[in-house]
């Protein structure tokens, strides 16, 4: 009786995701629709017309950055290893300060569309957006995989996919594979029909759906616990299966390994390479920069920021509660068992939450499937900035000022800019079927560190260096990156560990899984060199952008 009412609840749990998604899809569809009929100039469809206000930007912001990685990755990371894992929300959300203190401001004042106006404004046009061009679509791409594993986790879980078992003939495997091209090719359509108009409309709807989803979670862990913490910590601990040693730090960073000083050494290297990646990498993220170019003005850029940090400050406390409530309720043997790498710990807790608070095993089932549902509205919100940011970047930097030199007309560009999203979403979906088994937070870990390697030099060279010139920006940008790539390519995230994207190889040599503490002194490094090498210099043309970077005079 009890196996019947299992399977019937888990059919309803199926059906009513199912349901709840495709309603979701419906609405953002009909926005995106509405947004393409309202997205007549470039302006609207790199910038949506710069008609939002700092509050509506704050809530887009929030729902780009309050990613697959934040929701499903930090709430996994905090169940399975505790304290080590608040690591990442304390990282994700400090890093708003850099962003707010030195960037937003005055890229809103001096930029237009994308990341290279900045960068190009008293260099040589050519070889700095060309270069800005690559490294945006270097860090959308890593940003991308975490978004569409998240969604491939997510779903096998939804459908009620475990190993052995299948939907519609597809094993576990082959539905994650089917999700990640699905989820790709919706983000094609937002972006390709709605530019940033739908887009941020989809993120500020999103945002919202996330935010409630995760107060009443959390509202339902404490209530659980009596809103008693030291009981809600203690049952984490003993459900984790690592008693008192899951509420400490050094479960997965500075791992103490008794007799070998030289692996302890590098495990505490590795925290502070992600703690330095994560605080510096917000503000030189392409999809969040392009942000600032959708407010009128350089206050409403400032307001959004004050708005954003607000939101995701909140957002990232929450998390705190998914993470050890996770651990409590459902447990770190459960949660491995459904995904190694813990993405599913939100919403197995739903579930469990469900069951103990709205009936048996149909409460379960309706809150899984709701907030799944939110976790896939993330997940399209995301990535759909994320292709914009690419796109814009390929058709505005490198179509318009480097093949056609300028003389691109606005229709051509942004047809070229929906072309590159097809392109971009393809390469995305093809390279995240390889990166199912690695974490979505520590995924998007390695974004944050390519983006502080090669854009944030090259970014804060440009607005506070008068010395700095045309091959200082192309070797900040090329040095950083490069060394950021390389590093992870030969760490134990790709070959040589258990979780690694090819665990039966092993060609890794650089024992840090976070390349930051190397790779962005690199970047910086390469921009004084280069700058130094030349003897390019434009004083007149750095007074023209600090004025504009500090009054808004001449912006857009």
């Not at 934040?70 to 990371?77: K, M, N, R």
């Not at 050094?250 to 302890?264: M, Q, S």
């Not at 940090?309 to 459902?330: D, P």
């Amino acid at each position: 009786m009890n196996t019947v009412l299992a399977a019937d609840s888990g059919t309803t749990a199926r059906n009513l995701t199912i349901t709840l998604f495709l309603i979701f899809v419906a609405i953002t569809l009909a926005i995106t629709v509405w947004a393409s009929r309202q997205t007549k100039t470039a302006t609207d469809f790199y910038a949506g017309g710069r008609s939002f206000s700092g509050f509506q930007n704050g809530m887009a912001i929030g729902g780009d950055y309050m990613s697959a990685a934040s929701f499903l990755g930090i709430a996994g990371i905090i169940a399975l290893y505790g304290y080590d894992g608040f690591l990442y929300s304390i990282g994700f959300l400090v890093a708003w300060l850099v962003a707010l203190l030195l960037v937003a401001e005055l890229l809103r004042n001096s930029g237009r569309y994308t990341m290279a106006d900045v960068l190009a404004f008293r260099m040589r046009q050519r070889p700095v957006r060309t270069a800005a061009a690559v490294s945006t679509i270097t860090v959308s791409i890593f940003y991308l995989l975490a978004q569409m594993v998240g969604a491939g986790a997510l779903v096998a879980l939804l459908l009620g996919i475990k190993p052995g078992t299948t939907f519609l003939g597809m094993d576990a495997d082959t539905a994650k594979v089917a999700t990640i091209i699905m989820v790709g090719a919706l983000m094609i359509i937002y972006v390709t029909v709605g530019g940033m108009k739908g887009t941020t409309y989809v993120q500020i709807v999103k945002a919202f759906l996330l935010m409630t989803g995760a107060i009443v979670m959390t509202l339902l862990v404490l209530a659980k616990y009596k809103f008693n913490l030291s009981s809600l910590l203690g049952d984490a601990a003993s459900a984790s299966g690592k008693g008192a040693n899951f509420l400490e730090p050094g479960l997965r960073y500075g791992v103490e390994t008794p007799g070998d000083a030289l692996k302890t050494f590098y495990s505490k290297m590795d925290l502070l390479s992600l703690g330095i990646a994560l605080v510096l990498g917000t503000a030189g993220l392409p999809h969040i920069l392009i942000r600032f170019y959708t407010v009128p003005t350089a206050k409403a850029a400032r307001k959004s920021v004050l708005w954003a940090i607000g939101i995701i400050g909140t957002f990232y406390l929450l998390t705190l509660a998914l993470g050890f409530g996770a651990a409590a309720l459902v447990g770190g043997k459960a949660i491995t068992a459904q995904d190694k790498a813990g993405n599913t710990a939100a919403p197995q807790l739903a579930e469990a939450l469900g069951k103990d608070f709205f009936g048996g095993d149909l409460g379960g089932a309706t809150l899984l499937a709701i907030i799944a549902a939110v976790a896939f509205a993330t997940i399209l919100a995301v990535v759909a900035g994320l292709t914009l940011a690419s796109s814009s970047s390929l058709a505005h930097d490198f179509y318009a000022n480097v093949i056609k030199d300028g003389q691109a007309s606005e229709r051509q560009e942004v047809t070229v800019a929906r072309i590159s999203a097809l392109v971009i979403g393809a390469i995305s979906i093809v390279l995240s079927i390889f990166a199912q088994s690695l974490n979505v937070a520590f995924l998007v870990a390695l974004a944050f560190a390519v983006a502080a390697s090669g854009n944030l030099p090259a970014i804060l060279y440009s607005l506070f260096w008068k010395r700095f010139n045309t091959s200082g920006a192309v070797w900040a940008i090329y040095g950083g990156l490069l060394a950021a790539v390389i590093l992870v390519f030969f760490s134990p995230v790709v070959s040589g560990a258990p979780t690694a994207m090819f665990p039966e190889h092993d060609w890794h040599w650089f024992p840090l899984s976070n390349p930051g503490i190397i790779s962005i002194p690199i970047g910086f490094l390469c921009g004084w060199i280069g700058t130094l090498l030349s003897k390019e210099h434009d004083e007149e043309k750095y007074a023209e952008l600090e004025v504009r970077s500090l009054t808004g005079a001449g912006a857009h």
